[in-house]
T-cell receptor, first 115, second 118 residues
């Protein structure tokens, strides 16, 4: 079974631009979560989508948004980029089928650099 | 909100020796799950080990084991017989068992960078 894939792997943008990142979860996984990873901050939760609905949201400004499609693929959008948005953005998928626990499977990440 | 603290930003261990990574967390919930994830330099995060809070027995996966102290809210990872491939960033993570209310949100610590010395 294919793992979580993220595109693109690397991205360079300038301040003020917007960017869209894509995540394809493992087949059958309906939950997709996004995290921002920066040195010293660990992983900061952005939001989670389940069955095309945002189920949970972290403490990030409204410039960060996302969506999920009927095939569970998800996109994350950041508008009006700031230098501080430079980070590794990780996507994780899980079954979230109501069982005892749901391990999250991570993608390789998208390295975003804002100049 | 739940918080996860990893107080050791960096650790090192000699190959074949044992090392313990620390993790503490803060929660008012009684039912939850704890995880250790590994992120090698290639960046793909992978699950190392998991623990259900309602289980008193410490989880073990081959050379990896945990010391789960629920009252102390402590969840340390012990790596025995360390190998060069164990070099990575290790993250401790918490997830509520009440996923229907809180979604599938994981709370992560800031990570511990483990170096294995040949």
């Amino acid at each position: 079974k294919a793992g979580v894939t993220q595109t693109p792997r690397y991205l360079i943008k300038t301040r003020g631009q917007q960017v869209t990142l894509s995540c394809s979860p493992i087949s059958g996984h309906r939950s997709v979560s996004w995290y921002q990873q920066t040195p010293g901050q660990g992983l900061q939760f952005l939001f989670e989508y389940f069955s095309e609905t945002q189920r949970n949201k972290g403490n990030f400004p409204g410039r960060f948004s996302g969506r999920q499609f009927s095939n569970s693929r998800s996109e994350m959008n950041v508008s009006t980029l700031e230098l501080g948005d430079s980070a590794l953005y990780l996507c994780a998928s899980s079954l979230s089928n109501g069982r005892a626990y749901n391990e999250q499977f991570f993608g390789p990440g998208t390295r975003l650099t804002v100049l | 909100a739940q918080t996860v603290t990893q107080s050791q930003p960096e650790m090192s261990v000699q190959e074949a020796e044992t090392v313990t990574l620390s993790c503490t967390y803060d929660t008012s919930e009684s039912d939850y799950y704890l995880f250790w994830y590994k992120q090698p330099p290639s960046r793909q995060m992978i699950l190392v080990i998991r623990q259900e809070a309602y289980k008193q027995q410490n989880a073990t996966e081959n050379r990896f084991s945990v010391n789960f102290q629920k009252a102390a809210k402590s969840f340390s990872l012990k790596i025995s017989d360390s190998q060069l491939g164990d070099a990575a960033m290790y993250f401790c993570a918490y997830r509520s068992a009440k996923w229907r209310n809180t979604g599938n949100q994981f709370y992560f610590g800031t990570g511990t960078s483990l170096t294995v010395i040949p």
